[in-house]
Protein backbone atom coordinates (compact mmCIF):
# COMPACT_ATOMS: atom_id res chain seq x y z
CA UNK A 1 0.00 0.00 0.00
CA UNK A 2 1.26 3.09 -1.11
CA UNK A 3 1.60 6.57 1.39
CA UNK A 4 2.13 9.55 -0.98
CA UNK A 5 0.09 12.98 -0.56
CA UNK A 6 0.72 13.74 3.13
CA UNK A 7 -0.63 16.76 5.22
CA UNK A 8 2.37 19.07 6.13
CA UNK A 9 3.14 18.52 9.75
CA UNK A 10 3.20 20.11 13.02
CA UNK A 11 3.90 19.84 15.93
CA UNK A 12 0.56 18.57 16.87
CA UNK A 13 1.03 15.74 14.38
CA UNK A 14 4.68 14.88 16.03
CA UNK A 15 3.36 14.04 19.63
CA UNK A 16 0.28 12.00 18.24
CA UNK A 17 2.81 10.07 16.19
CA UNK A 18 4.77 8.70 18.76
CA UNK A 19 1.04 7.74 20.47
CA UNK A 20 1.28 5.48 17.28
CA UNK A 21 4.24 3.75 18.52
CA UNK A 22 2.88 3.32 21.59
CA UNK A 23 0.26 1.49 20.33
CA UNK A 24 1.60 -0.23 17.41
CA UNK A 25 1.19 -4.00 18.80
CA UNK A 26 -2.86 -3.38 18.81
CA UNK A 27 -3.01 -1.49 15.62
CA UNK A 28 -0.30 -4.06 14.05
CA UNK A 29 1.29 -1.40 12.44
CA UNK A 30 5.10 -1.33 11.33
CA UNK A 31 5.94 1.74 10.92
CA UNK A 32 9.27 2.44 11.03
CA UNK A 33 10.14 5.71 9.27
CA UNK A 34 7.96 7.63 12.36
CA UNK A 35 11.11 9.29 13.90
CA UNK A 36 12.37 10.50 10.48
CA UNK A 37 8.89 11.98 9.84
CA UNK A 38 9.15 13.78 13.04
CA UNK A 39 12.34 15.50 12.36
CA UNK A 40 10.37 17.06 9.24
CA UNK A 41 10.15 21.02 9.59
CA UNK A 42 6.28 22.18 11.26
CA UNK A 43 5.93 24.88 9.24
CA UNK A 44 2.65 25.16 7.29
CA UNK A 45 5.08 26.45 4.39
CA UNK A 46 7.10 23.39 4.41
CA UNK A 47 7.12 20.85 1.68
CA UNK A 48 5.13 17.47 2.39
CA UNK A 49 8.03 14.72 3.43
CA UNK A 50 7.57 12.01 0.39
CA UNK A 51 6.84 8.72 1.41
CA UNK A 52 6.53 7.04 -1.68
CA UNK A 53 9.73 4.97 -1.88
CA UNK A 54 9.06 3.15 1.13
CA UNK A 55 8.07 -0.74 0.74
CA UNK A 56 3.97 -0.90 1.03
CA UNK A 57 3.80 -4.68 1.89
CA UNK A 58 5.57 -3.58 5.11
CA UNK A 59 2.25 -1.62 6.52
CA UNK A 60 -0.96 -3.36 7.29
CA UNK A 61 -3.33 -3.21 9.68
CA UNK A 62 -5.65 -5.48 11.96
CA UNK A 63 -9.57 -5.13 11.33
CA UNK A 64 -10.13 -6.62 15.03
CA UNK A 65 -12.03 -4.45 17.29
CA UNK A 66 -9.91 -4.82 19.74
CA UNK A 67 -6.69 -2.73 17.66
CA UNK A 68 -9.54 0.07 16.87
CA UNK A 69 -10.36 -0.27 20.78
CA UNK A 70 -6.69 0.36 21.53
CA UNK A 71 -6.62 2.83 18.76
CA UNK A 72 -9.22 5.00 20.04
CA UNK A 73 -8.37 4.74 23.34
CA UNK A 74 -4.82 6.14 22.58
CA UNK A 75 -6.30 9.17 20.57
CA UNK A 76 -6.56 7.70 17.34
CA UNK A 77 -10.19 7.50 15.30
CA UNK A 78 -9.89 5.10 12.08
CA UNK A 79 -12.38 6.02 9.58
CA UNK A 80 -12.86 4.25 6.44
CA UNK A 81 -12.30 5.57 2.92
CA UNK A 82 -13.05 4.91 -0.75
CA UNK A 83 -9.15 4.57 -2.05
CA UNK A 84 -5.73 3.42 -1.46
CA UNK A 85 -3.47 5.21 0.61
CA UNK A 86 -3.40 6.03 4.32
CA UNK A 87 -3.07 9.60 5.99
CA UNK A 88 -2.28 11.20 8.83
CA UNK A 89 -4.68 13.61 9.56
CA UNK A 90 -3.61 16.16 12.59
CA UNK A 91 -6.73 17.08 14.79
CA UNK A 92 -7.57 20.43 13.19
CA UNK A 93 -5.86 20.32 9.53
CA UNK A 94 -7.96 19.22 6.52
CA UNK A 95 -7.68 16.12 5.06
CA UNK A 96 -5.62 14.92 2.60
CA UNK A 97 -7.52 13.39 -0.73
CA UNK A 98 -8.29 9.49 -1.41
CA UNK A 99 -7.39 7.58 1.83
CA UNK A 100 -8.55 4.18 2.52
CA UNK A 101 -7.73 4.67 6.06
CA UNK A 102 -7.36 8.08 7.81
CA UNK A 103 -6.15 8.50 11.49
CA UNK A 104 -6.74 11.25 13.34
CA UNK A 105 -4.86 12.16 15.79
CA UNK A 106 -6.62 14.45 18.59
CA UNK A 107 -5.72 15.67 22.07
CA UNK A 108 -9.45 15.26 23.18
CA UNK A 109 -9.42 11.65 23.10
CA UNK A 110 -12.26 11.19 26.09
CA UNK A 111 -15.07 12.31 24.05
CA UNK A 112 -14.91 9.61 21.08
CA UNK A 113 -14.91 6.33 21.25
CA UNK A 114 -13.06 5.96 24.60
CA UNK A 115 -15.40 7.38 26.61
CA UNK A 116 -17.81 5.84 29.45
CA UNK A 117 -20.50 4.12 27.61
CA UNK A 118 -22.96 4.74 30.31
CA UNK A 119 -21.93 8.99 29.51
CA UNK A 120 -22.89 7.82 25.89
CA UNK A 121 -26.24 6.41 26.69
CA UNK A 122 -26.68 9.64 29.06
CA UNK A 123 -25.66 12.06 26.63
CA UNK A 124 -27.86 10.12 23.82
CA UNK A 125 -30.85 9.75 25.88
CA UNK A 126 -30.81 13.57 26.80
CA UNK A 127 -30.21 14.60 22.74
CA UNK A 128 -33.50 12.49 22.38
CA UNK A 129 -35.28 13.84 25.39
CA UNK A 130 -34.51 17.89 24.01
CA UNK A 131 -35.91 16.93 20.48
CA UNK A 132 -39.04 14.96 22.02
CA UNK A 133 -39.80 18.03 24.18
CA UNK A 134 -40.00 20.30 20.85
CA UNK A 135 -37.95 23.18 21.53
CA UNK A 136 -39.55 25.54 19.67
CA UNK A 137 -43.06 24.88 21.06
CA UNK A 138 -41.30 25.03 24.87
CA UNK A 139 -39.64 28.56 24.30
CA UNK A 140 -43.29 29.71 22.84
CA UNK A 141 -44.85 28.30 26.32
CA UNK A 142 -41.72 30.06 28.75
CA UNK A 143 -41.90 33.08 27.03
CA UNK A 144 -45.77 33.75 27.21
CA UNK A 145 -45.97 32.86 30.65
CA UNK A 146 -42.73 34.64 31.67
CA UNK A 147 -44.45 37.38 29.72
CA UNK A 148 -47.75 37.70 31.53
CA UNK A 149 -46.53 37.11 34.64
CA UNK A 150 -43.90 40.31 34.13
CA UNK A 151 -46.93 42.60 32.79
CA UNK A 152 -49.05 41.19 35.78
CA UNK A 153 -46.08 42.34 38.30
CA UNK A 154 -45.45 45.82 36.49
CA UNK A 155 -49.38 46.68 37.62
CA UNK A 156 -49.06 45.66 40.96
CA UNK A 157 -45.44 46.38 42.03
CA UNK A 158 -46.30 46.54 45.03
CA UNK A 159 -47.20 43.94 45.91
CA UNK A 160 -44.07 41.61 44.33
CA UNK A 161 -43.09 39.42 47.12
CA UNK A 162 -40.04 36.71 46.70
CA UNK A 163 -41.92 33.96 47.48
CA UNK A 164 -43.85 34.52 44.31
CA UNK A 165 -40.96 33.82 42.21
CA UNK A 166 -40.92 30.42 43.61
CA UNK A 167 -44.29 30.08 42.88
CA UNK A 168 -44.02 31.14 39.19
CA UNK A 169 -41.12 28.95 38.71
CA UNK A 170 -43.34 25.92 39.86
CA UNK A 171 -45.83 27.06 37.63
CA UNK A 172 -43.40 27.38 34.77
CA UNK A 173 -42.75 23.65 35.18
CA UNK A 174 -46.03 23.02 35.25
CA UNK A 175 -46.56 24.32 31.84
CA UNK A 176 -43.18 22.90 30.55
CA UNK A 177 -45.29 19.64 31.35
CA UNK A 178 -48.29 20.05 29.93
CA UNK A 179 -46.61 21.21 26.81
CA UNK A 180 -44.30 18.05 27.05
CA UNK A 181 -47.30 15.52 27.20
CA UNK A 182 -49.38 17.75 23.95
CA UNK A 183 -46.54 17.33 22.07
CA UNK A 184 -45.33 13.79 23.22
CA UNK A 185 -48.63 12.32 22.35
CA UNK A 186 -48.92 13.59 19.25
CA UNK A 187 -45.38 12.13 18.53
CA UNK A 188 -46.46 8.17 19.63
CA UNK A 189 -49.44 8.38 17.33
CA UNK A 190 -47.53 9.83 14.42
CA UNK A 191 -44.75 7.53 13.68
CA UNK A 192 -45.26 6.92 10.17
CA UNK A 193 -46.47 10.15 9.40
CA UNK A 194 -42.82 11.59 10.82
CA UNK A 195 -40.71 9.24 9.58
CA UNK A 196 -41.65 11.45 5.91
CA UNK A 197 -42.23 14.65 7.39
CA UNK A 198 -39.91 14.87 10.60
CA UNK A 199 -37.65 11.78 10.64
CA UNK A 200 -35.43 13.85 12.55
CA UNK A 201 -37.74 13.19 15.68
CA UNK A 202 -36.47 10.69 18.09
CA UNK A 203 -39.30 8.30 18.07
CA UNK A 204 -39.56 8.45 14.24
CA UNK A 205 -35.68 7.75 14.01
CA UNK A 206 -35.50 5.08 16.51
CA UNK A 207 -33.36 7.30 19.21
CA UNK A 208 -36.55 7.15 21.73
CA UNK A 209 -38.51 3.92 22.28
CA UNK A 210 -42.27 3.77 22.23
CA UNK A 211 -42.71 2.22 25.30
CA UNK A 212 -40.21 5.15 27.19
CA UNK A 213 -42.23 7.48 24.79
CA UNK A 214 -45.22 6.41 27.13
CA UNK A 215 -43.59 7.06 30.37
CA UNK A 216 -42.37 10.00 29.56
CA UNK A 217 -45.77 11.45 28.71
CA UNK A 218 -47.53 10.03 31.32
CA UNK A 219 -45.09 11.83 33.94
CA UNK A 220 -45.61 14.77 32.39
CA UNK A 221 -49.41 14.32 32.88
CA UNK A 222 -48.84 13.63 36.62
CA UNK A 223 -46.44 15.73 37.73
CA UNK A 224 -48.42 18.97 35.83
CA UNK A 225 -51.75 18.07 37.39
CA UNK A 226 -50.02 17.66 40.76
CA UNK A 227 -47.70 20.87 40.56
CA UNK A 228 -50.85 23.40 39.75
CA UNK A 229 -53.21 21.22 42.02
CA UNK A 230 -50.73 22.11 45.01
CA UNK A 231 -50.07 25.79 43.86
CA UNK A 232 -52.98 27.24 41.79
CA UNK A 233 -56.08 25.73 43.29
CA UNK A 234 -59.16 23.78 41.89
CA UNK A 235 -60.02 26.71 39.29
CA UNK A 236 -56.62 26.52 37.39
CA UNK A 237 -56.49 23.24 37.98
CA UNK A 238 -59.43 22.26 35.80
CA UNK A 239 -58.50 24.75 33.04
CA UNK A 240 -55.11 22.86 33.28
CA UNK A 241 -57.04 19.50 32.99
CA UNK A 242 -58.81 21.11 30.17
CA UNK A 243 -56.06 21.64 27.93
CA UNK A 244 -54.47 18.34 28.36
CA UNK A 245 -57.96 16.80 27.33
CA UNK A 246 -57.75 18.97 24.13
CA UNK A 247 -54.07 17.92 23.61
CA UNK A 248 -54.86 14.33 23.89
CA UNK A 249 -58.48 14.39 21.56
CA UNK A 250 -55.94 15.79 19.38
CA UNK A 251 -53.79 13.11 18.59
CA UNK A 252 -54.81 10.03 19.88
CA UNK A 253 -57.56 7.50 18.11
CA UNK A 254 -60.82 7.14 17.93
CA UNK A 255 -61.17 11.02 18.68
CA UNK A 256 -57.53 12.29 16.59
CA UNK A 257 -58.93 15.91 15.77
CA UNK A 258 -55.92 16.91 13.61
CA UNK A 259 -57.69 15.19 10.74
CA UNK A 260 -60.61 18.00 10.70
CA UNK A 261 -58.61 20.92 9.94
CA UNK A 262 -61.16 23.35 11.59
CA UNK A 263 -61.34 21.29 14.67
CA UNK A 264 -57.46 21.20 14.47
CA UNK A 265 -57.00 24.62 14.10
CA UNK A 266 -59.34 26.07 17.25
CA UNK A 267 -58.10 23.45 19.46
CA UNK A 268 -54.72 24.93 19.03
CA UNK A 269 -55.99 28.69 18.96
CA UNK A 270 -57.70 27.33 21.98
CA UNK A 271 -54.91 25.89 23.95
CA UNK A 272 -52.39 28.01 23.18
CA UNK A 273 -54.03 31.52 22.36
CA UNK A 274 -56.94 31.10 25.36
CA UNK A 275 -56.22 29.07 27.90
CA UNK A 276 -52.21 29.82 28.16
CA UNK A 277 -52.47 33.66 28.29
CA UNK A 278 -56.22 33.98 30.76
CA UNK A 279 -54.83 30.90 32.69
CA UNK A 280 -51.44 32.35 33.64
CA UNK A 281 -52.68 35.90 34.36
CA UNK A 282 -55.35 34.46 36.27
CA UNK A 283 -52.66 32.37 38.52
CA UNK A 284 -50.21 35.48 39.12
CA UNK A 285 -53.46 38.07 40.03
CA UNK A 286 -54.57 35.10 42.76
CA UNK A 287 -50.94 34.78 43.53
CA UNK A 288 -50.88 38.65 44.52
CA UNK A 289 -54.03 38.36 46.33
CA UNK A 290 -56.42 39.89 44.33
CA UNK A 291 -59.40 39.48 42.14
CA UNK A 292 -59.19 38.67 38.42
CA UNK A 293 -59.94 41.19 35.86
CA UNK A 294 -58.97 42.18 32.32
CA UNK A 295 -56.91 44.93 31.59
CA UNK A 296 -56.63 46.11 28.34
CA UNK A 297 -52.89 45.38 27.48
CA UNK A 298 -54.14 41.46 28.30
CA UNK A 299 -57.55 41.73 26.33
CA UNK A 300 -54.99 42.49 23.45
CA UNK A 301 -52.54 40.14 23.76
CA UNK A 302 -55.03 37.13 23.90
CA UNK A 303 -56.50 37.89 21.27
CA UNK A 304 -53.22 38.68 19.30
CA UNK A 305 -52.43 35.65 20.19
CA UNK A 306 -55.62 33.60 19.82
CA UNK A 307 -55.91 34.48 15.82
CA UNK A 308 -51.79 33.94 15.93
CA UNK A 309 -52.39 30.88 16.87
CA UNK A 310 -54.53 30.08 14.07
CA UNK A 311 -51.89 31.36 11.61
CA UNK A 312 -49.84 28.47 13.44
CA UNK A 313 -52.34 26.01 13.13
CA UNK A 314 -52.94 26.54 9.40
CA UNK A 315 -49.31 26.97 8.64
CA UNK A 316 -48.05 24.03 10.58
CA UNK A 317 -49.03 21.62 8.26
CA UNK A 318 -46.92 23.22 5.47
CA UNK A 319 -43.57 21.55 6.04
CA UNK A 320 -45.50 18.08 6.48
CA UNK A 321 -47.77 18.03 3.16
CA UNK A 322 -45.97 15.10 1.30
CA UNK A 323 -46.18 13.02 4.84
CA UNK A 324 -50.35 14.31 5.05
CA UNK A 325 -51.12 12.73 1.89
CA UNK A 326 -49.36 9.92 1.99
CA UNK A 327 -50.96 8.61 5.25
CA UNK A 328 -54.48 10.59 3.63
CA UNK A 329 -54.27 13.46 6.35
CA UNK A 330 -56.81 16.03 5.42
CA UNK A 331 -55.44 19.47 5.96
CA UNK A 332 -55.75 22.98 4.65
CA UNK A 333 -52.20 22.49 3.16
CA UNK A 334 -52.82 19.13 1.18
CA UNK A 335 -56.26 20.55 0.35
CA UNK A 336 -55.97 24.14 -0.71
CA UNK A 337 -51.77 23.99 -1.37
CA UNK A 338 -48.74 25.27 0.16
CA UNK A 339 -48.73 28.75 -1.74
CA UNK A 340 -52.45 29.57 -1.24
CA UNK A 341 -52.08 28.60 2.79
CA UNK A 342 -48.69 30.80 3.04
CA UNK A 343 -50.63 33.63 1.61
CA UNK A 344 -53.58 33.58 3.77
CA UNK A 345 -51.44 32.63 6.96
CA UNK A 346 -49.35 36.02 6.19
CA UNK A 347 -52.48 37.62 5.21
CA UNK A 348 -54.30 37.17 8.86
CA UNK A 349 -51.06 37.94 10.33
CA UNK A 350 -50.82 41.50 8.63
CA UNK A 351 -53.98 42.34 10.13
CA UNK A 352 -53.38 41.37 13.21
CA UNK A 353 -50.38 43.91 13.01
CA UNK A 354 -52.78 46.61 12.03
CA UNK A 355 -55.06 45.47 14.45
CA UNK A 356 -52.22 46.35 16.97
CA UNK A 357 -51.17 49.75 15.40
CA UNK A 358 -55.12 50.50 15.41
CA UNK A 359 -55.27 49.81 18.91
CA UNK A 360 -51.93 51.99 19.70
CA UNK A 361 -53.80 54.78 17.47
CA UNK A 362 -57.30 55.02 19.25
CA UNK A 363 -56.43 53.25 22.88
CA UNK A 364 -53.16 55.55 23.34
CA UNK A 365 -54.24 56.16 27.32
CA UNK A 366 -54.12 52.05 27.34
CA UNK A 367 -50.84 51.57 25.32
CA UNK A 368 -47.25 53.29 24.28
CA UNK A 369 -48.37 54.24 20.95
CA UNK A 370 -44.33 55.02 20.71
CA UNK A 371 -43.53 51.46 20.52
CA UNK A 372 -46.24 49.73 19.55
CA UNK A 373 -46.72 51.29 16.36
CA UNK A 374 -43.10 51.06 14.95
CA UNK A 375 -42.42 47.50 16.45
CA UNK A 376 -45.85 46.10 14.73
CA UNK A 377 -45.05 47.87 11.52
CA UNK A 378 -41.37 46.61 11.51
CA UNK A 379 -42.83 43.06 12.06
CA UNK A 380 -45.03 43.49 9.00
CA UNK A 381 -42.41 44.78 6.80
CA UNK A 382 -40.43 41.54 7.71
CA UNK A 383 -43.25 39.18 7.08
CA UNK A 384 -44.20 40.66 3.84
CA UNK A 385 -40.07 40.39 3.47
CA UNK A 386 -40.38 36.73 4.12
CA UNK A 387 -42.93 35.45 2.06
CA UNK A 388 -41.81 37.47 -1.16
CA UNK A 389 -38.26 35.18 -0.21
CA UNK A 390 -40.70 32.26 -0.02
CA UNK A 391 -42.32 32.84 -3.01
CA UNK A 392 -38.96 33.39 -4.78
CA UNK A 393 -37.84 29.85 -3.36
CA UNK A 394 -40.98 28.53 -5.59
CA UNK A 395 -41.96 26.82 -2.13
CA UNK A 396 -38.86 24.35 -1.43
CA UNK A 397 -39.15 21.99 1.19
CA UNK A 398 -36.52 24.30 3.07
CA UNK A 399 -37.73 27.42 2.00
CA UNK A 400 -41.20 26.32 3.63
CA UNK A 401 -39.36 25.04 6.77
CA UNK A 402 -37.69 28.86 6.89
CA UNK A 403 -40.81 30.46 6.56
CA UNK A 404 -42.92 28.45 9.31
CA UNK A 405 -39.44 29.12 11.42
CA UNK A 406 -39.79 32.68 11.16
CA UNK A 407 -43.31 32.67 11.97
CA UNK A 408 -42.95 31.40 15.44
CA UNK A 409 -39.94 34.21 15.47
CA UNK A 410 -42.84 36.98 15.09
CA UNK A 411 -44.60 34.52 17.71
CA UNK A 412 -42.02 35.07 20.14
CA UNK A 413 -41.55 38.85 19.38
CA UNK A 414 -44.90 39.59 20.66
CA UNK A 415 -44.35 38.19 23.92
CA UNK A 416 -40.86 39.64 24.20
CA UNK A 417 -42.54 43.40 23.61
CA UNK A 418 -45.68 42.91 25.41
CA UNK A 419 -44.67 43.24 29.07
CA UNK A 420 -43.75 47.15 27.93
CA UNK A 421 -46.65 48.23 25.24
Known sequence: MELSSFSSPSSACCSSVHQV???SNALQIRFAPLNAFCSRPTKRESKAPNFTSLNSSRYFFSSSSSSISAAVADGFILSPRKSS?????PCGSAASSHRRISIRACSNVGTAGSSDPLLNKVSAFRDAFWRFLRPHTIRGTALGSASLVTRALIENPHLIRWSLLLKAMAGLLALICGNGYIVGINQIYDIGIDK???PYLPIASGD??????????????VSGVLIVGTNFGPFITALYCLGLFLGTIYSVPPFRMKRF?????LIIATVRGFLLNYGVYYATRAALGLTFEWS?????????????ALVIAITKDLPDVEGDRKFQISTFA???GVRNIAFLGSGLLLLNYIGAILAAIYLSQAFRASLMIPVHAALALSLIFQTWLLEKANYTKEAIAAYYRFIWNLFYSEYLI???V
Do not use: E
Not at 261 to 265: E, L, N, T
Open 21 to 23: SAV
Open 296 to 308: SPVAFITTFVTLF
Open 208 to 221: LSVKLAWLLVLLFA
Open 196 to 198: VNK
Open 85 to 89: SITTN
Open 418 to 420: FPF
Open 334 to 336: TKL
Open 261 to 265: PVVAF
